[in-house]
């Protein structure tokens, strides 16, 4: 089947411009999640989204930081007024359970890599 | 805060050897534990799962070991091969299990 898919894969802007990064999870996945990736580091949490819940945004590093889920399915991650520092890979994941007891591995996308020049 | 981290940042191995990536973590209440493989370009995949109720479990080449009293994992594969090649990162949840959060990541060398 299908895994998580993001779109772009590559993504260019100039400083203060806003971007949108989309996220398909795999279907029937209830739990997603944003993770950074800056070069040769380890992952950086952003937000999970977890069924009809409150999203957790307690990773979102700025109030340029946002991300909705529609409908339960499809992500978007909003940066505005894009800065050099948040070149990064931006990925998605997704898990067939979430909170609590959160027991189910992640599916990863490719992620979006982001330069901001 | 709450860690899971990788004990060294780089191994490099013999193609054929066993390589033996090692993980601490900090909450003692965590009850599931990830391995992930990052190969260049690509988004993390799963390798291998434990929960807590277990000490060891193993997989196609891979065997992870969990001892709960110090509080550390471990990732093993045998005969190691050059598509073995990448970054592996442990993860557990966060209390409460609400993220997951993972370790820096051990890039894996192997040599021809």
């Known amino acids: 089947g299908a895994g998580v898919s993001q779109s772009p894969s590559n993504k260019v802007t100039e400083k203060g411009k806003d971007v949108e990064l989309r996220c398909d999870p795999i279907?029937?996945?209830?739990?997603l999640y944003w993770y950074r990736q800056s070069l040769g580091q380890g992952l950086e949490f952003l937000i999970y989204?977890?069924?009809?819940?409150?999203?957790?945004k307690s990773g979102l590093p700025s109030d340029r930081f946002s991300a909705e889920r529609t409908g339960g399915s499809v992500s978007t991650l909003t940066i505005q007024r894009t800065q050099q520092e948040d070149s990064a890979v931006y990925l998605c994941a997704s898990s067939l359970r979430g909170a609590p007891n959160n027991n189910s591995p992640l599916h990863f996308g490719n992620g979006t890599r982001l330069t901001v020049t | 805060g709450e860690s899971v981290g990788l004990h060294l940042p780089t191994l490099s191995v013999q193609e054929g050897d066993n390589s033996i990536i090692n993980c601490a973590y900090s909450?003692?209440?965590?009850?599931?534990f990830i391995w992930y493989k990052q190969e260049s370009g690509k988004g993390p995949q799963f390798i291998i799962d434990i929960r807590s109720n277990m000490d060891k479990r193993q997989g196609q080449r891979v065997t992870v070991l969990l001892n709960k009293t110090v509080k550390h994992l471990s990732l093993q594969i045998a005969a190691t091969q050059p598509g073995d090649s990448a970054v592996y990162f442990c993860?557990?949840?966060?209390?409460?299990?609400?993220?997951?959060?993972f370790g820096a990541g051990t890039r894996l060398f192997v040599k021809a």
């Open positions: 989204f977890q069924g009809n819940s409150a999203p957790d």
């Open positions: 993860a557990g949840p966060n209390t409460g299990g609400f993220k997951t959060i």
């Open positions: 279907s029937g996945h209830t739990a």
């Open positions: 909450n003692s209440a965590s009850d599931y």
